[in-house]
């Protein structure tokens, strides 16, 4: 259950760059750099993300399933 809260934590973290990126690539008009210091970050938090989900799945913290319900037997 920790590994993913803390998994939507991290989703929370990239929207949140992905925001503070578009805001000052707005405000900034291109003039400094923090846009793509602000997209690097929303990457490199994705790619923390994908190898917890990753390393959760085959450690058997986290099950997959599927959206429907399994069909009943005969």
């Known amino acids: 259950m920790v590994i993913k809260f803390i998994l939507l934590f991290l989703l929370l973290l990239i929207v949140l760059s ?10 900034d008009r291109g003039e400094t750099d923090r846009t ?10 994705s ?16 099950q997959p399933h599927g959206l429907l319900p399994p069909a009943p037997p005969g």
């Not at 793509?36 to 938090?45: D, E, H, N, P, Q």
């Not at 917890?52 to 986290?62: A, K, P, Y």
């Open 36 to 45: 793509v210091k602000f997209l690097t970050y929303r990457i490199i938090l």
């Open 47 to 62: 790619i923390v993300a994908f190898v917890i989900l990753v390393v959760s799945f085959l450690m058997g913290w986290i």
């Open 18 to 27: 992905l925001g503070a990126g578009m805001f000052s690539l707005i405000k």
